[in-house]
C-alpha cells in the first residue's frame, strides 16, 4: 500500500512563489505516472502536471510557463514548483500515483491535499 502526503501550501500574495512536495511511502510494484491535480471553490479536480515513467511531462495550459513538475528518480518523492502565482491558481492541490501495487491490476493513488490560497 502507498501513502502519499503533500506539503508546502500556504497563504501567498500574487506573483510570490510556492513549491509543494509529495513524499511517497509504502511499496509500489510498478509506478507509471504522478502528477499534481487541484480542485478550486466549486470546480472539478483538474490536472495540473503530470510526468511518466518515460519522462514524459505535461502540463495544463494555464500553469505552462509558471509551474514546474519534477520528481527523484526512485518515485519517492514529488514536487512542483510555482511561480508568478495568481489568484487564479487558489485551489487545494493533490499528489497522484498512478501504479500497479502487483503485476497484474492498477490504482490511482491520492494524498489528502495542501491547499493553496493566492491573495490579491
Known amino acids: 500500500q502507498v501513502q502519499l502526503v503533500e506539503s508546502g501550501g500556504g497563504l501567498v500574495q500574487a506573483g510570490e512563489s510556492l513549491r509543494l512536495s509529495c513524499a511517497v511511502s509504502?511499496?509500489?510494484?510498478?509506478?507509471?505516472?504522478m502528477g499534481w491535480y487541484r480542485q478550486g471553490p466549486g470546480n472539478e479536480r483538474d490536472m495540473v502536471a503530470t510526468?511518466?515513467?518515460?519522462?514524459?511531462?505535461n502540463y495544463a495550459d494555464s500553469v505552462k510557463g509558471r509551474f514546474s513538475i519534477s520528481r527523484d528518480n526512485a518515485w519517492k518523492s514529488l514536487h512542483l514548483q510555482m511561480n508568478s502565482l495568481k489568484p487564479e491558481d487558489t485551489a487545494v492541490y493533490y499528489c497522484n500515483l498512478r501504479g500497479y501495487p502487483n503485476m497484474n491490476e492498477w490504482y490511482d493513488y491520492w494524498g489528502q491535499g495542501t491547499p493553496v490560497t493566492v491573495s490579491s
Open positions: 510526468i511518466n515513467a518515460g519522462g514524459g511531462i
Open positions: 509504502g511499496s509500489m510494484f510498478r509506478t507509471v505516472a
